[in-house]
């Protein structure tokens, strides 16, 4: 039977002060270090795993940032398109239905224009194209199979600002048109792929029943009327002359943004002082519910994709970590052979996972700074990423790796010296 012995100048009280004072000799820089040491160990291991992380972390910042950079090009598109463009058309009786409430005036442009916020105003109307033959050869021939032919649409020089419109080559209809009743003639896109027309310096005649019309430009692109794009366009007056025109249709006005209000207000007084009832008036509102709504929802489908990447990190640390523990047995018999104690076994693991986590997080955070910047830049948007988010997603990967590392670190402090040595042999 053996017996311990203790120093004869040392009381039991100062032995166990100085057991304590050798446990607490493990120190936070210590652990640190030491956690250092075991990770540069092993640095394919910590590179893959801090990718990990990177692409965890990434994927949750990208996705908050890039969706906050699409819901701001949102919210400009909403503002450019629905929110400064409005349109008044003549309403129909209810009771008889083709009877119009009330008139358009042919100069319905011109009163719009003047009205506090509206930056132009365009008159469209769509002419029946049923008993008209359009071609482009001055020859028509009868006897030719019948094919797609474009519609006819009166406009109004305003009409290219009102519509947002935008020419691929020559000019729009002008007032010296409008004033002379000029014959000519702006084809949509459509319409000139079907007549065979793709430039205007020679001067290409498009044919209406015979009389010739000549083309002046090519409309390529409009956010409103998508009626003008497959349309042969003439104007307004000259329509009234040479096709029977008896009365305009769509007006179509650019407003200033959140001038909708008002101008709903007023257009219909503009247009007829004596009765301005029996119009259909469609002016854009301020920002609705809708639009916060569809924000709100693009934020949270991106968040959820997020959320699904770094949960994948998590679970991939854990199980680096776990592996990590089976094959460092020896390493920790060795520890808790010369002292180590189950809490500082546990927690220099949990300070390996976090350490990798930050790494990663840090990494994955600058890593999106320029992803979104990029993909700004090259679509031409305002890159839009609150900076505190970079902040939380660095200090977010170092948690995630101290919490996928807890069940690695509890398994590694619970294995017996003994038994850890022998294993890890």
């Known amino acids: 039977m053996t017996r311990k012995c203790r120093p004869k100048n040392m009381s039991p009280r100062l032995q166990i002060n100085a057991t304590v004072s050798r446990a607490n000799r493990f120190r936070l820089y210590d652990m640190v270090g030491e956690a250092i040491i075991g990770l540069s160990g092993r640095p394919g291991r910590l590179t893959l795993t801090a990718l990990v992380v990177v692409l965890g972390i990434g994927s949750l910042v990208a996705t908050i940032g890039l969706a906050q950079t699409g819901t701001h090009r949102l919210q400009t598109r909403f503002d450019e398109v629905a929110a400064t463009h409005g349109v008044v058309r003549v309403g129909e009786d209810p009771m008889n239905p083709g009877r119009p409430l009330n008139e358009m005036p042919w100069d319905a442009d011109e009163r719009a224009a003047r009205l506090n916020g509206v930056l132009a105003a365009g008159i469209v109307t769509e002419i029946d194209n049923t008993n008209l033959h359009i071609h482009a050869s001055p020859v028509f021939d009868p006897t030719a199979p019948p094919s797609r032919k474009p519609g006819v649409v009166a406009a109004t020089p305003g009409g290219l600002n009102a519509v947002s419109g935008t020419l691929t080559v020559g000019t729009w209809i002008d007032l010296f048109h409008e004033q002379r ?136 640390i854990a199980v680096v970590s776990s592996l990590s523990v089976i094959e460092r047995r020896g390493e920790i018999g060795l520890r808790r052979a010369i002292g180590a104690t189950r809490g500082q076994v546990a927690a220099q693991f949990v300070t390996e996972t976090s350490l990798v986590g930050l790494l990663g997080g840090l990494a994955g955070a600058a890593a999106v700074v320029l992803t979104v910047v990029s993909v700004a830049a090259a679509n031409d948007w305002t890159p839009v990423l609150d900076l505190r988010v970079v902040g939380v997603a660095t200090v977010a990967g170092s948690l995630l ?19 850890a040595l022998q294993q890890g042999t």
């Open 181 to 316: 009743a000029e014959r000519v003639a702006v084809l949509g896109v459509k319409a000139a792929q079907l007549l065979g027309i793709t430039r205007v310096d020679n001067q290409p005649a498009v044919f209406i029943n015979d009389v010739p019309y000549t083309v002046i430009g090519i409309l390529g692109y409009t956010e409103r009327a998508g009626i003008l794009l497959e349309a042969v366009i003439v104007p307004q007056s000259t329509a009234r002359t040479t096709l029977s025109l008896d009365r305009p249709l769509d007006l179509y006005v650019h407003l200033e943004l959140g001038a909708g209000p008002l101008v709903n207000e007023q257009i219909g007084l503009a247009l007829n002082p004596n009765d301005p009832t029996g119009y259909d008036i469609a002016m854009p509102l301020p920002p609705s519910q809708l639009r916060e709504q569809l924000t709100a929802d693009i934020n949270s489908l991106f968040l959820t994709l997020g959320l699904v990447a770094l949960l994948l990190g998590g679970v991939t």
């Open 401 to 419: 790796g101290a919490i996928s590392g807890l069940i690695p670190a509890i398994r590694a402090a619970r294995l017996e010296p003994a038994t």
